[in-house]
T-cell receptor, first 115, second 109 residues
Framework: ETGVTQSPTHLIKTRGQQVTLRCSSQ?????VSWYQQALGQGPQFIFQ???????GRGNFPPRFSGLQFPNYSSELNVNALELDDSALYLC??????????????FGPGTRLTVL | SQKIEQNSEALNIQEGKTATLTCNYT??????LQWYRQDPGRGPVFLLL?????KEKRKERLKVTFDTTLKQSLFHITASQPADSATYLC????????FGAGTTVTVRA
C-alpha cells in the first residue's frame, strides 16, 4: 500500500509569486483534502476534492485554488503569495464511502516560506 | 462551525506517569472526535476515534473518553515513554476535520 506523498518538501518564494504544491493520494483513495498549518497551530481546512470536483471549502480566499486529476492526485495553487502564507501545507487522502468517520491519511507536508 | 480548544500549555511528565490531555468543543456535539499524533515537520498520524455514543475507547496504552455533557474529550497516555513525546491533536469530524491547536507532550526519562 502506497502512502500519501507530497512535493516539494520545502519551498521558498517571494511575496507576489505563485506556487503549485503536489500530492499523490494513498492507493485506493478518491478524496483529497488540503490543510494549512501555521507554526504552533493546528491544521486549518482549505478545501476538499472528490472525483475531480471541489467538495467543500474553508475560509480561504480565491487565490487558493486546487485541482484533482483522474488518478486522484491533486495540486494546490496559491497566487499572489503573502507573507502570512508561510506555513506547512498538508494533503490528506481518504475514501469517500469507505467508512462513516472520514479517516484521513496525511502526507508529510510541504514547508512553504514566503519572503 | 465547530471550534476545538486544547490546552495550549505544553505538558512535561516523568517516564512511567500518565499524561492527560483535554479537548473541548464549543458548538454542536460532533458525531466523532479523532485524536492524532504529530511529530515536528511531519504530517499528523491517526491514533484513535471515539463516537458520540461511546464513553471510552482504548488502544494499547492510549485511552480516550467522550463526555457530551461537559463537551469534552480526554486523551490519556498511560505508562508514558520518551518515544511518546510529540504534539497531540484533537479534531471533530464533519466532511472535513476541525483541529485544535494541539498539546505538546514531553516525556522525561
Amino acid at each position: 500500500e502506497t502512502g500519501v506523498t507530497q512535493s516539494p518538501t520545502h519551498l521558498i518564494k517571494t511575496r507576489g509569486q505563485q506556487v503549485t504544491l503536489r500530492c499523490s493520494s494513498q492507493s485506493g483513495h478518491n478524496t483529497v483534502s488540503w490543510y494549512q498549518q501555521a507554526l504552533g497551530q493546528g491544521p486549518q481546512f482549505i478545501f476538499q476534492y472528490y472525483r475531480e470536483e471541489e467538495n467543500g471549502r474553508g475560509n480561504f480566499p480565491p487565490r487558493f485554488s486546487g485541482l484533482q486529476f483522474p488518478n486522484y492526485s491533486s495540486e494546490l495553487n496559491v497566487n499572489a503569495l503573502e507573507l502570512d502564507d508561510s506555513a506547512l501545507y498538508l494533503c490528506a487522502s481518504s475514501l469517500a464511502g469507505g467508512n462513516d468517520y472520514n479517516e484521513q491519511f496525511f502526507g508529510p507536508g510541504t514547508r512553504l516560506t514566503v519572503l | 462551525s465547530q471550534k476545538i480548544e486544547q490546552n495550549s500549555e505544553a505538558l512535561n511528565i516523568q517516564e512511567g506517569k500518565t499524561a492527560t490531555l483535554t479537548c473541548n468543543y464549543t458548538n454542536y456535539s460532533p458525531a466523532y472526535l479523532q485524536w492524532y499524533r504529530q511529530d515536528p515537520g511531519r504530517g499528523p498520524v491517526f491514533l484513535l476515534l471515539i463516537r458520540e455514543n461511546e464513553k471510552e475507547k482504548r488502544k494499547e496504552r492510549l485511552k480516550v473518553t467522550f463526555d457530551t455533557t461537559l463537551k469534552q474529550s480526554l486523551f490519556h497516555i498511560t505508562a508514558s515513554q520518551p518515544a511518546d513525546s510529540a504534539t497531540y491533536l484533537c479534531a471533530s469530524n464533519d466532511y472535513k476535520l476541525s483541529f485544535g491547536a494541539g498539546t505538546t507532550v514531553t516525556v522525561r526519562a
